[in-house]
């Protein structure tokens, strides 16, 4: 059984920032990746952030630069820092191993960023 819960959306004012965390159990190990994706309204989920054991990040191009991923293996955490907020951010974020599977979707996190 594999379990992942995401934490730490909410609704933040554009330019604000974020930290979403997701703690993960079952059988994820230090190998695998870990990412962040997210789903907008009417939109095909897509890959936020993701990094793989050796350290190696990728981001997604509307992120760079703003969204940080970084993980502790000893905590089984893996936390996205969000910064500069814009209102094409807003979305439910999820967890997931990288590549995902997709059995493993949580219940995902709501960012929603509006003045």
């Known amino acids: 059984q594999v379990q992942l819960v995401e934490s730490g959306g909410g609704l933040v004012q554009p330019g604000g920032s974020l930290r979403l965390s997701c703690v993960y159990s079952g059988r994820i190990f230090v190998h695998n990746g870990m990412g962040w994706f997210r789903q907008a309204p009417g939109k095909e989920r897509e890959l936020v952030a993701g990094?793989?054991?050796?350290?190696?990040?990728k981001y997604g191009d509307a992120v760079k630069g703003r969204f940080t991923i970084s993980r502790d293996n000893a905590k089984n955490t893996v936390t996205l820092q969000l910064n500069s907020l814009k209102p094409e951010d807003t979305a439910i974020y999820y967890c997931?191993?990288?590549?995902?599977?997709?059995?493993?979707w949580g219940q995902g996190t709501q960012v929603t960023v509006s003045s």
């Open positions: 997931n191993t990288y590549p995902a599977i997709n059995g493993y």
């Open positions: 990094t793989i054991s050796t350290g190696i990040t």
